[in-house]
């Protein structure tokens, strides 16, 4: 093998030596070098003139701009405002119309820095609103109109009521009213807004019905433009007001009809189309009419919100503020509830005019003629003392926390021989209405219920509540316990609870203002009988009559069609 020396390339070693040196062009002249400028350099394209001079663009459009100023003080000026942006902006901050607070001077933003959120500070000045009590923040008019309800010996007529409404009250064995009615009346017959407050079973729904109707006497509706509406939370309760409006509504020539959810459309439509005047009806029902234009607002003269904070805890708040805007700003409105918070405030300022507040009592007060116990047990006692509760002589309500305790409870009484219906929202309200009025109908019976059942439900009779599952608001204890005791009579409330439940038992009625009288029981304990009422079962399984109604036919689920010798023919 030979050995062989690598030399560099030729072109490599030129290139090498001419390292550092600077490329020329071939056969190139010296290039010369030019004299300094003496004349000032132009930097702009248009321009004729040395630097900062401005181009033949920038003068037009400065001329144009003069010329725009000239004119505007000429022809504009003299016409415009003599009052500034910043005199209108501090005119409407001093409105009454405008809100309560006012934003603070904006600076200026600079780049780079995150941006700002506008802040609010409070008007120097206070404006007059509506005042909260200290109890439970409820609504108080700061009026002197405000009133807290007494006893008096009023009369129907010397509170301005008319003479037919008068003798349908008569009819019905009505001839004295209640203290609410009393203090509502002579406000709401003048037309002036109403809030009202009263305990639960004080006679609410007279006190506004006679008003919305004795202000309706002598005027006529239109097809689908009724003349008052009352909104409840709940099908009963909407159910319940038109079977005390409705014989009241005819002796002055009115009709009602309820307009609620679970019920068949046809029937509330037809009824539109024959201009009925009243309606009563569930928020979510009545916006689905107003969308597909079978009812409309337009003629509303009285509106009525019964039990508006248990709207509110539904959710049907925003629903309830876009009817109310749908009617007229002029008409009347009436609102009443056992309790005036949780949202109702907002309703109040913005659609109530001055509105005279009337007060009976407050919810924290227990109704004299009830008495209250808590039967504390052992946990496996708890199903056998409920059934010999509910096996008592008397109606008696039996209400639960959730639907299927409420099915589980009434199937266990059902089966050892208690007369017993359930009653809640995931039923349909064909089967509400049946279970409502068997339970109205029978002496001796049981209904177990959710708290769909614990506002405004008026059954007459119901001697014992019985809180199978304590609630965890005070307020719901109450409402719940006014489905007894009602109109002066009395009643008996009774909590079921475990040695562990004492305490936070306790707690719930000390918020209610009830003191109960704390018992423990065993089944079949002489004092659980004194208490209740209670007795053993007769372990016969109850089962409930079939109420007759005009339902589907066996062929295929629809009625036989008749034939042409059946059919009626029409006069021509």
Known sequence: MSLQLRTAAPGKARRAASAGKPRTKKNAAPKATAPKATAPKTTRRYSDGPKGTLTRKEERNLERSKLRAKRYQEKIAPKAKTTSRADEFVAKRNSDTRPNFVPQKRTKWIPGQKPRKQSFKPRTHTREAIDFGANDNYIVDPTPTTSTLSNTNATWAQLGLSAPLINALSAQGITAPFPIQVATLPDALKGHDILGRGQTGSGKTLAFGLALLNNLQNKQAKPHKPLALVLTPTRELAQQIDEVLTPLARAIGHESVVIAGGMPYAKQITAMRKAVAILVATPGRLIDLLNRGEVQLDNLEITVLDEADQMADMGFLPVVKEILDQGKMVGQRLLFSATLDRGVDSLVKSYLKNPKTHSLQNDRASVSTMDHHVLVMHPGDKDLITAQIAARNGKTILFVKTQRGADRLADNLAKAGVPVGALHGGKSQAVRTRTLKLFKEQENAALVA????????????????????????????????????????????????????????????SRAGVTPKFVGVKPNDAELMTITGAQEPSGIPYVAPIVESRGPSRSGGKRPRPNSSQRRRRPR
């Open 450 to 509: 959710t708290d769909v059942a614990a506002r405004g439900i008026h059954v007459d009779g119901i001697s014992l509540v019985v809180h199978v599952d304590a609630p965890t608001d005070h307020k719901d204890y109450l409402h719940r316990s006014g489905r007894t005791a009602r109109a002066g009579e009395a009643g008996g409330v009774v909590v079921l609870a475990t040695t562990k439940q004492q305490t936070s038992v306790k707690g719930l009625t």
